[in-house]
């Protein structure tokens, strides 16, 4: 199977050796296209390195909190079933396509890099599913009963986003294995829940510990695992 033009194309510039192949996502029945774990075992120049540090292909990527936030509405599809829900942060969509497969009547795919739509795109059809997208949260109607949201907090910079998620939606659920001291009234800690990033990155044993954090407008039910 051929990786579409629009993602190889400039992964290539980026990183010339480096190839998307579809992998099927451990634990789950989802497949993405994702840059080959070959690709990742090599020494990167210097110029290979500073391009990845100033435009990271993340959306080539399965990150831990997407994998786990996709088996979590895998194995709860409640969370999701008849309802309409934003992927926020998508990426690869991972977690939007998750929960399409699920049972979500609809999801949208949102996120600020056009390259990041176009992989929702590719991987959507590689699942059977379709989604809709967009680039600009804030345009988007208050009309959602979930906003979903995996590894955006890495950038500490995007915490006051927590406040936002439920001007679009009634309820948030938030993966994340990178901060250590989050503290925010709104959300409460489900639990912990063990994912890893695809291809490996080989990454610190604390950053395969997903926390799923839940917040609701007042006067919604809290809930547990």
């Known amino acids: 199977m051929i990786a579409p033009h629009q993602l190889q194309a400039p992964l290539s510039k980026l990183l010339g050796d480096a190839r998307l192949v579809p992998a099927s996502l451990p634990d789950t029945d989802l497949k993405l296209w994702l ?13 290979e390195t500073r391009c990845i540090l100033e435009d990271p292909p993340y959306w080539a990527f399965c990150w831990a909190s997407g994998l786990a936030l996709a088996r979590f509405l895998a194995g709860q599809p409640h969370w999701v079933e008849g309802k309409r829900v934003l992927d926020f942060g998508a990426g690869s969509g991972v977690a939007g396509i998750a929960a399409m497969k699920a049972g979500a009547l609809e999801v949208v795919a949102c996120d600020l890099d056009p390259l990041a739509i ?8 590689l ?4 989604l809709g997208y ?5 345009s988007q109607a208050d009309r959602f009963d979930l906003i979903l949201v995996a590894d955006v907090l890495y950038d500490r910079a995007n915490l006051p986003l927590l406040d936002a998620f439920l001007s679009r939606g009634r309820e948030a659920l938030v993966a994340d294995s990178r901060v250590k001291d ?3 009234p709104a959300y409460q800690r489900l639990g912990i829940l063990d994912a890893m990033t695809l291809p490996d990155l080989a990454e610190p044993w604390e950053f395969r510990k997903v ?11 809290r809930k547990t695992l």
Do not use: W
Request: aromatic share 12%; hydrophobic share 35%.
């Open 118 to 125: 176009e992989a929702c795109r590719a991987n959507a059809e």
């Open 211 to 221: 926390s799923l954090y839940h917040a609701a407008r007042s006067g919604e039910n």
């Open 134 to 138: 967009s680039t600009d949260f804030f």
């Open 35 to 47: 840059i080959d774990a070959q690709n990742m075992n090599r020494a990167f120049s210097p110029d």
């Open 182 to 184: 989050f503290k925010h």
């Open 127 to 130: 699942n059977g599913v379709s």
